[in-house]
């Protein structure tokens, strides 16, 4: 062993054993809430569940431009969109994002053009859908984290929508569960405990709760076999819906 | 409409949803009384359907918009009574 390493006598006493009665840190003895008989309040609000601010979406300045080939219907029976274009000729790269960004959006008329337009493409895309997939994650990303209520359902809807859309689509999404499911996982529990009441939300399918649920199975139902475990990983209290 | 196409016998409106009704209920959505309709206004013989169950799938309104329908039942409970199923 080296000179330098050997142990070196310093000046420096032995610790003294400690006195029966504790020391009281200088913090506690000035605690002027005590002083003044207060209560002490409790740490902030993490601000988990509430609600984030949006930008204006590029959905909306698109379409108060006039650049998407849609029609508004004014009659009765207002579930419709009238496409201009065949829907088949349109430019998935390009629209699919535009409409998925949409998705953000609270008030009428956008909000309606971009679930209703979402849905159509996604029913008549066909094989279209699966190279777009990475271009659809940051939209599903932001509206997932607004935490609007109404936009949450909007949104697990149109995911539950979209692993069905076309073949291969739920494995195209499985690389991306670390975006999409950090909100889910936050919201998985929100679930109103009525007791023996009626709960309204469920038979308008807009329990949040229930949509995580009915989503995440859609995605490990369709995601192929890493689906659970990534599912998992993200989500702790996922059991899975195949393998019990 | 030209005066030459047929013209309906009889009109009965359905009280449950069938079929029938939901055929009705896609053409009538785009603004034709029925396929014969349809297909004598846009001068075709075909009519765009889902292969595995034949529902109506896309159609083209009288001012050339499109409208594209679900694979699955569209016409709610409340629109089936408004619905006119017309024989020849």
Known sequence: MMKGLQPVTTGISKPKQKSNTEQIPFSLLCN????????????????????????????RKFYERGDFP?????????????????????DYHHYLPLFFDGLCETVHPYEFFARQGVHDMLEHGGSKILP?????????KNALNTRNHKVLCTTLKVLQ??????????????????????????????????GDGIDYSQQKRENVGDLIQETLEAFERHGGEDAFINIKYMVPTYESCMLN | MSSTSPQPKSMM??????????????????????????????KTDNVDRWPHNGYVKKLTRRDGCFYY?????????????KTKIYTY
């Open chain 1, 32 to 59: 002027t809430y005590e002083k003044r008989q207060e209560l002490v309040p409790g740490p902030k609000a993490a601000g988990a569940f509430r609600e984030r601010p949006t930008k204006p979406t590029n959905f």
């Open chain 1, 70 to 90: 849609i029609a508004l219907e004014h009659d009765t029976k207002g579930n419709k969109i009238a496409w201009k274009v065949e829907i088949e000729k349109l």
């Open chain 1, 132 to 140: 777009v997939i990475p271009q659809l994650i940051i939209p599903i």
């Open chain 1, 161 to 194: 929508h979209l692993v069905v859309s076309a073949d291969m689509v739920g494995e195209a999404l499985v690389p991306y569960y670390r975006q999409i499911l950090p909100v889910m996982n936050i919201f998985k529990n929100k679930n109103l405990n009525s």
């Open chain 2, 13 to 42: 409106r359905p009280t449950q949803w069938s079929e029938q009704v939901e055929e009705a209920y896609r053409f009538q959505l785009a603004g034709y009384r029925d396929e014969l309709e349809y297909k004598k206004f846009q």
């Open chain 2, 69 to 81: 329908y679900n694979k699955t039942r569209e016409c709610p409970d409340k629109e089936i009574s």
